[in-house]
């Protein structure tokens, strides 16, 4: 089975899924020998490519060895014009969006470099991708997709998934994995309604969507004691107390509704609130919006308040959950979201959307608000932060409702479907239905 994890952190949560994912295969592999998996890494991943075979996982590359491919394009496209051909066909490969073709002779190129006889020689059967790839419909052989939201269906006025062009390049992917997918996995019973609703017509099929919710990846979710936390608050110039937001600067994760809620309370109720934006705003459009958040805070006058680190290793990012006060998260984005599990296995209280699908995933395990209730978010965070007594509950709650999934239960999941995919009968053993709801 081959498996396309993604495995730079400027994924986000898709880079933390995929290595929940790995976990759960790796232990797969170890119970049935049926399965064997072979990551196929892009160019240049060597250090997740170590990390991989440390774990026994056999290796090799995505794209065909350069020679190889360079002569098959020279064959099909004329000796000479293969040059940009092969360019073009790398960056597909590592483009951001899951590397979407804006035309068919990106397609084209894909197939004639036959992609498909490549992977099959590294003996792969079947191919599970942590995330929409136009590779999977397109390399021809089977295999699983992970469709984690359709927000350019639901929100498209957010320019990062409607604009320059980026509305249809994912619905030009989403339409062609689902409809020629073995099995679709997506992370909630509202992304199986989302999956059926926008895409039955074109070949979406409830008996085909499997719903595997979130498991927080290891290396997030270890313990981490009060040194080490020190030890990180101190290297960033962060204070005791604060609340922690990791999230890349797109304008729907909604950090602009922070900065003015730490305005109210420092005007209205004297209260100097840190927050910790961790997160990348590498790509022009996050980049634009992160120097309007930063412009905003200085108008707020909350500038001191407000702390950058960027993106933070998993030992760093462990030790920032286990000492914030709170999780603080308006996203306008569901159905679910990775960094409320991550923060419940820290026993850190969570502060999140009152949209469909959070509201499900939280139960009563968090505090909601509506997430342009600038009024409202400013209120549930003096609240967290003047009643210990509410961290605590807010803490056991969530870490009781962490409980009701297990990793165990995610590996099972993520076993049947695979089984199903390639045509054998699931485990004897089926996993527990709770948490599908999440």
């Not at 209205?268 to 980049?287: I, K, N, Q, Y």
């Not at 960027?310 to 998260?329: F, I, R």
Request: with cysteine.
């Amino acid at each position: 089975m081959g498996f396309v994890p993604a495995l730079g952190r400027h994924a986000g949560g898709v880079f933390q899924y995929s290595a929940a994912l790995t976990t759960a295969l790796t232990e797969i592999t170890a119970a049935d020998r049926r399965v064997e998996p072979v990551a196929l890494l892009p160019a240049g991943a060597t250090d997740g490519g170590s990390a991989l075979q440390a774990a026994g996982w056999s290796t090799t590359s995505l794209m065909p060895p350069a020679g190889a491919l360079r002569r098959a394009l020279s064959k099909a496209i004329g000796k000479g014009a293969h040059r940009d051909a092969l360019n073009r066909l790398r960056g597909l490969a590592g483009a951001r969006s899951h590397g979407a073709p804006g035309s068919a002779d990106l397609s084209v190129i894909a197939h004639r470099a036959d992609l498909a006889a490549w992977w099959r020689q590294q003996r792969v059967d079947l191919v599970l991708f942590p995330q929409p790839h136009p590779f999977a419909f397109e390399v021809g052989l089977p295999y699983v997709i992970a469709v984690h939201d359709l927000q350019h269906r639901l929100q498209p006025e957010f320019e990062e998934v409607s604009g320059d062009g980026e509305w249809s390049r994912r619905e030009y992917i989403l339409r062609n994995c689902i409809a020629r997918a073995e099995r679709v996995l997506v992370d909630s019973d509202l992304g199986k309604e989302h999956v059926l609703f926008f895409y039955e017509a074109y070949g979406a099929r409830a008996e085909r969507v499997d719903v595997l919710p979130f498991v927080p990846a290891p290396a997030v979710t270890r313990a981490v004691g009060a040194e080490e936390q020190l030890a990180v608050r101190r290297r960033h110039g962060i204070p005791d107390q604060y609340l922690l937001y990791p999230a890349a600067f797109w304008p729907h994760k909604n950090h602009a509704r922070i900065i003015e809620a730490l305005e109210r309370l420092a005007n209205a109720r004297g209260m100097r609130v840190h927050a910790v934006f961790c997160g990348s705003h590498t790509d022009p459009l996050r980049e634009r919006h992160f120097r309007l958040l930063m412009d905003m805070a200085a108008q707020c006058g909350v500038s001191a308040q407000v702390h950058v680190p960027g993106y933070v290793s998993d030992d760093e990012l462990a030790a920032l959950y286990a000492g914030a006060s709170a999780l603080v998260m308006p996203t306008f984005f569901g159905p679910t979201n990775i960094p409320v599990i991550e923060a419940w296995a820290h026993g850190c209280p969570v502060l999140t959307s009152d949209i469909p699908g959070i509201r499900e995933q939280v139960g009563d395990a968090a505090i909601l608000v509506e997430p342009r209730a600038v009024d409202a978010l400013a209120d549930a965070i003096h609240r967290l932060l003047t009643d210990a007594a509410l961290r605590r509950d807010l803490a056991v709650r969530g870490m009781a409702r962490l409980s009701g999934y297990t990793p165990l239960q995610f590996r099972q999941r993520l076993h049947d479907t695979l089984l199903r995919a390639s045509g054998r009968p699931p485990t004897a053993v089926a996993a527990s239905s709770a948490g599908a709801g999440r």
